[in-house]
């Protein structure tokens, strides 16, 4: 990952930008940047990925006065460079974002709905002395923005480089760019603009071919990658393709508590069947209560789900870039909102099984995503998500409703389909899903539930009540993580539409508590 940030006025002094952006400089340990313009300026904090070398270094500069930042990655640059080269163009390393002056030059805004990337960027435009910001149809790279005093625009990678210079944080929304004081949608991943009427076998093979490509476009870095393995269906796919296609042992890691976990047998297993070099990290009661605090800072979020499910991952993160051994990771999110959840069991038809994935696919960005880019990058590494390739997202958002709903007796059936044969065992590739925060180990969220109680007695609605102004607190557990996130972000907690929750609407998903542990379709899933 890296960090970037813009500023479109000149009421805020250099400095005072500089001292807000110091906050993400783990995201970009590397080297750091700042370059003034006539009306503005941009920062970079740069995690070495693609084009190792100093010519990578961003702010990128073009003749005419432009200049661009971008927290990204374009695949299939390599063939786009040449194509570029062809036409006159000329680079000076072998970064991947240093295509985009001239994209813009040659397509203007027409060029973020052509990329084949996740980014996040903000680029000034020099003969018309203005800026213009952009992120990635899902979300997948962050972005912010909020407006000084004097009404100018600041964008950021996180929201807590933007904590002091704005009243009002809001994220970016995906999909959009913004351009002379307006958001304009280019993509909606949600959308299914024509209904795919495949048969079933071309769907599963057209799922398989799209997700091993998507696989494969992401093992493209200078520096060396792994791989997080809980041993659930998608991350150990994942890792699978990665190891077929590399012919290689690849590097997995894998996170429990020390208690009870219950993935890092599974995760075991599947390591041991692709062969890889496998590495276990075990986590404690003391470990997730110390951390907690520092957690909900790095997050920017009061959400339970959240929280819960970053713990082990923030945690893993941390030791994995200890160990120094890899700088890129690749993960399994973005295959639940898909493929469907174990809630998703009781939607009431195909059409609202296909309303729900549309609503999480473009919440994305507050929920799962936001977890694998946080507890990543804070710890100085680059997220990649295999299954938020556009492509791939773009076919299983298409594919009729009625395929995808769990009519099979065995949650994404379509997806355990496309791979059967020899990528991994049975027992991981029919493995039930299972939360990560709960087959980390059902006794991280225990912990966190039974320090909220010693925290908070019979008034705690009334406490709770502070922070009625949006997504009011309604557990002790959420009280909190909210008392918290309020004590780093007072005011903000409109970053977050609200409580990742079951759809509370269906028949069998009233509840309280966010884990499938609550519901009646558990089944096998926490052994």
């Known amino acids: 990952m890296c960090s970037i940030m813009g500023y479109t006025g000149r009421d805020i002094l250099l400095p005072e930008l500089e001292r807000a952006f ?5 995201r970009g340990p590397d080297d750091s940047r700042t370059l003034a313009l006539p009306s503005g300026a941009l920062l970079f904090h740069r995690l070495t990925i693609m084009g190792v070398h100093p010519e990578g270094m961003q702010p990128f500069a073009a003749p005419d006065g432009s200049a661009v930042v971008c927290n990204g990655e374009l695949y299939g640059f390599r063939k786009l460079k040449r194509e570029l080269e062809a036409r006159g163009h000329v680079f000076a390393g072998g970064s991947d974002c240093e295509l985009l002056l001239p994209l813009w030059r040659e397509r203007g805004t027409a060029m973020f709905g052509e990329l084949d990337a996740e980014f996040a960027m903000v680029l000034y435009d020099g003969p018309s002395d203005s800026f213009v910001a952009a ?19 600041l964008f950021a990678s996180e929201p807590r480089s933007l904590l002091g210079l704005t009243d009002r944080i809001v994220p970016f929304p995906p999909g959009h760019y913004y351009k002379d004081g307006q958001f304009i949608r280019y993509r909606d991943m949600a959308k299914v603009e024509k209904v795919c009427e495949d048969d079933l076998e071309t769907v599963c093979t057209n799922i398989r071919k799209k997700l091993i490509l998507g696989v494969e476009k992401r093992l493209d870095a200078d520096v060396p990658v792994g791989f997080l393995l809980s041993g659930g269906l998608d991350s150990s796919l994942v890792c699978a393709i ?26 075991r297993q599947a390591a ?54 890899v700088r890129v990771l690749l993960t399994g999110e973005i295959s639940d909102e898909l493929f469907g959840y174990k809630y998703t069991d009781f939607a009431p038809s195909p059409q609202a099984f296909q309303a729900e994935s549309e609503k999480r696919v473009r919440e994305l960005h507050m929920y799962d995503v936001l977890r694998a880019d946080r507890c990543i990058s804070a710890n100085s590494l680059e997220a990649r998500v295999p299954f938020g390739d556009l492509d791939f997202v773009q076919y299983v958002m298409s594919i009729k409703p009625a395929m995808k709903v769990n ?13 059967e044969g020899d990528y991994l065992p049975p027992v991981i590739l029919q493995r039930e899903k299972a939360a990560f925060s709960d087959a980390v180990g059902h006794s991280l969220a225990d912990n966190l539930k039974a ?20 997504a009011r607190p309604f557990t002790k557990e959420s009280l ?37 542990r609550v519901l009646s379709n558990y089944g096998a899933s926490g052994e």
């Open 22 to 26: 110091a906050a993400t400089k783990c």
């Open 135 to 153: 992120r990635d149809p899902i979300g997948i790279r962050p972005l912010y923005y909020g407006y000084s005093g004097s009404g100018c625009i």
């Open 242 to 267: 990665a190891a077929q296609l590399l012919g290689r042992p690849i590097k997995t890691y894998a996170v429990g508590m020390s208690t009870d976990a219950i993935d890092l047998k599974y995760a």
């Open 272 to 325: 041991d069947y692709i062969g890889s070099d496998h590495h276990e990290i075990y986590i404690t009661e003391r470990d997730v209560l110390d951390t907690l605090d520092e957690l909900i800072y790095t997050l920017g979020t009061y959400d339970i789900t959240t929280i819960r499910a970053s713990m082990g991952m923030y945690l893993l993160c941390r030791a994995i870039h200890e160990q120094g051994e």
């Open 407 to 419: 009519v099979y007796g065995k949650g994404k059936y379509l997806l355990r389909r496309a791979f």
């Open 451 to 470: 320090c909220a109680g010693r925290t908070y007695g019979n008034g705690w609605e009334a406490i709770a009540e502070k922070y009625a102004y949006h």
């Open 480 to 516: 909190l993580y909210r008392e918290i996130f309020e004590k780093h972000y007072p005011g903000q907690a409109e970053m977050v539409a609200d409580f990742w929750m079951p759809n509370r609407a269906w028949a069998g998903c009233d509840v309280r508590d966010p884990s499938a």
